[in-house]
């Protein structure tokens, strides 16, 4: 049948999407965006899969280090995701990642 996306949450700060296939499995795709350190006008990403329930010894980063990283990462992730799912997850990851790209502006 195919995967089942859907979004768990989006937010200025963090984003986490997520697919699940035909026999339950699921993967997720999580961005969040927080403050550097020693600078605090500056934001930094930090976004990995995990491809098993939050467990951290089962996270890649793929080297996901800026914004192009993070959309590429997610255009392999998602490759065979619906159109309307992709819009939407677009749409949600501007907003999580428009103060990463204010920084730098």
Known sequence: MGNKYGIYQSSSKSCIF???????????????????????????????????QMKKENWTNNDIKNVKDVID????????????????AKKSMSQ???????DLE
Request: one cysteine or more; hydrophobic letters at 40%.
């Open 73 to 88: 990462a997610f255009g392999g992730w998602a490759s065979d995701a619906p159109i309307v799912f992709e819009l939407e």
């Open 18 to 52: 997520y697919k699940q296939d035909d026999d339950g499995n699921q993967s997720t795709f999580n961005i969040f965006v927080t403050p550097k350190k020693d600078i605090t006008d500056k934001k930094e990403l930090f976004a990995f899969i995990d491809n098993e």
């Open 96 to 102: 999580c990642l428009s103060s990463v790209l204010n």
